[in-house]
């Protein structure tokens, strides 16, 4: 058979398109860091539930422990770095039961930078967590909620949940977080609050304070643009009259203030409810955040399960540009699959879970020489691809670390597209469940920038290859 005959399509995310951000997996509440020319994107780690009959049913959020991390440096190739055990007796914070809407920040503390995790534990608290690295290990430094119904000034907020971060120029930091619907308060609920943190990131200072968004519901944003602060959060779902100026149904709004604790002034909304654009409804949640000399926003949808087939509450991350006017204020975003260009070409060395677009991949933990690595496991007709790799010169190495239990499987490298030129084809040697073999072969391929497919032929559903580091040299 031939391989194209058995190539398998992509769903959610397909070719030259940037959003969702990644297809294998799901990803909601996304919250944006960047740091030395990296963004790394931090998600509620959704994943399917089902019912005591095995069927999938709506998603609950009561079962999500966990927050997953990706990252990249162009803004379309990602890479998938796991995710981060944070609630229940097998994660950091044991105290905690869920984690959720995740926010992140760094400082230099005693001349080293120093990384915070924030979390919700359902609409309880907010956590933190440290660590040396944006990606972990992580630590609960104080193994207790950094924010609780004992936290002075929350009293009224219905839910303590979705934190923000802002370390400002002073080095000085503030928490953004709150949510909710008092009885019949849709106007004003009155329900978001900010207080200042600790020198040490993981202490709270005073008491915190309101902040007056109208129709407000819940997912604290919060940036600084030179010396205007814009706080930004989701307005609530009331159904009824609403004043002239006021926020839509399920729409990111801001404020705008000159000082990061108020006072605030309304402005407008800048994002529609995820319906608008994808006849896919659901919460709205974002971040806002710079790179590179140009702004941008993440958000979630349910684009991918709605391609699934399975629009059950189960969201994915996008990315799209947010334009700034020459007076401060902020253009309406655009949603859409196309997601934003790549600003700058890959560089020729994966992470071993880089991509820009899969197919019915896997990412997972193995162990290679006694550490504990993320892989990407394939079946016959799964692929993935890199977009715009940078080949200097005309001739390239290629070469991996695979793990192949079975006869007759090799993989395929394409550029341009999934029915672009073959550039080899590599069988995969028999190596046992446990060792790792290097297989490499010689490309010729044009100088310039292409994007490279990697597809696994032969074998059949039951049979897989573990991908491992990839390069071209």
């Not at 951000?21 to 998600?43: C, E, M, T």
């Not at 608008?276 to 958000?299: C, E, L, P, R, S």
């Not at 469940?433 to 310039?448: A, C, Y």
Request: net charge negative.
């Amino acid at each position: 058979m031939n391989i194209d005959d058995h190539i398998k399509e992509a769903i959610g995310k397909t070719p030259r398109n940037g959003n969702p951000l990644v297809s294998h997996k799901f990803g909601a509440d996304p919250y944006a860091l960047v740091y030395k020319d990296r963004v790394y994107i931090y998600n509620t780690n959704d994943h399917f539930e089902y019912n005591e009959n095995g069927q999938l049913k709506e998603n609950t959020y009561a079962n999500i422990n966990k927050i997953s991390v990706i990252s990249t440096s162009d803004l379309v190739n990602w890479t998938d770095h796991g995710e981060i055990s944070i609630a229940g007796t097998e994660g950091a914070a044991k105290w905690a039961t869920q984690s959720w809407a995740p926010a992140a920040a760094y400082k230099k503390i005693n001349g080293q930078d120093r990384f915070f995790l924030y979390f919700a534990n359902n609409a309880s608290g907010i956590g933190v967590l440290t660590s040396e690295t944006p990606i972990g290990p992580w630590i609960d430094p104080i193994k207790k909620p950094l924010i609780s119904r004992e936290t002075p000034g929350v009293e009224g907020v219905t839910w303590l949940f979705d934190p923000a971060v802002l370390v400002d120029k002073d080095e000085s930091a503030y928490i953004y977080f709150g949510g909710g619907l008092p009885e019949g308060e849709y106007e004003m609920p009155n329900t978001a609050r900010v207080m200042e943190l600790g020198e040490d990131m993981i202490s709270v200072l005073g008491e915190a304070t309101s902040l007056p968004a109208p129709f407000m519901f819940e997912d604290s944003g919060i940036h600084r643009v030179n010396d205007t602060y814009y706080y930004s959060y989701c307005s609530n779902f009331y159904k009824g009259e609403r004043p002239e100026g006021s926020p839509g149904a399920g729409e990111i709004a801001y404020m705008t203030s000159h000082s990061p604790m108020g006072p605030w002034t309304y402005q407008k909304t800048i994002l529609k409810n995820p319906s608008h654009f994808f006849q896919v409804g659901g919460n709205n949640h974002h971040a806002i955040f710079q790179f590179k000399d140009n702004w941008y926003i993440t958000y979630h949808a349910q684009t991918l399960s709605k391609a699934l087939g399975v629009p059950k509450g189960y969201r994915s991350t996008h990315i799209n540009r947010l334009e700034m006017n020459h007076d401060g204020s902020i253009q309406e975003v655009e949603a859409n699959m196309k997601g934003v260009e790549q600003i700058q070409d890959y560089p020729q060395v994966s992470t071993s879970t880089d991509f820009a677009w899969s197919s019915r991949i896997e990412v997972l933990n193995k162990q290679i020489k006694h550490n504990e690595k993320r892989v990407v496991s394939l079946k016959s007709g799964d692929w993935i691809a890199l977009s715009g790799v940078n080949f200097s010169e005309g001739v390239r190495l290629f070469s991996a670390l695979v793990l192949c239990e079975y006869k007759n499987l090799s993989l395929q490298i394409r550029a341009q597209s999934l029915q672009g030129p073959i550039l080899a084809n590599i069988e995969a040697p028999i190596s046992g469940q446990e060792e790792w073999k290097t297989v490499e072969v010689d490309l010729r391929i044009s100088k310039g920038t292409h994007d490279i497919y990697i597809i696994l032929n032969g074998g059949g559903n039951s049979e897989f290859l573990f991908l491992e580091n990839w390069s071209f040299q």
